[in-house]
């Protein structure tokens, strides 16, 4: 069953990140605030991005991943700009140390 990785923007400006097997009814549920307890209380909410997966599993893998990511590497992704993943990947205790190496 095909999987997809979605982020909304909420009207706060937060982000939520989710997987589903049927975006169109997950996004309809989002927008008449029968979606997540996060987003029903910060409507209107806009999608972002989308990733889709051969198999729900692999979407759901994903979705867990970029949960645990920090606003500006989710934003990074947002922007189709890869290119910077690896850098905003290094943990903000280490970024210090590494200098020039982020530059």
């Known amino acids: ?3 997809w990785m979605y982020i909304l923007k909420c009207a706060d400006e ?3 990140t989710a997987s589903t097997s049927d975006l169109k009814l997950r996004l309809k549920q989002h927008t008449l605030g029968l979606g997540a307890n996060h ?3 910060r409507l209107p909410v806009t999608l972002v ?9 692999d979407a759901f ?9 920090r606003r500006t590497k989710k ?3 947002i922007k189709g700009r890869i290119d910077l ?6 943990a ?3 970024r210090r140390r590494l200098g020039n190496f982020l530059e």
């Open 1 to 3: 069953m095909i999987g």
């Open 14 to 16: 937060s982000y939520y």
């Open 39 to 41: 987003t029903s209380k």
């Open 49 to 57: 991005y989308v990733e889709k997966y051969a198999r729900v599993e």
């Open 61 to 69: 893998r994903r979705e867990k991943q970029v949960q645990g990511w």
């Open 75 to 77: 934003e990074a992704l």
């Open 85 to 90: 993943l690896p850098r905003l990947a290094i």
């Open 92 to 94: 903000y205790r280490d």
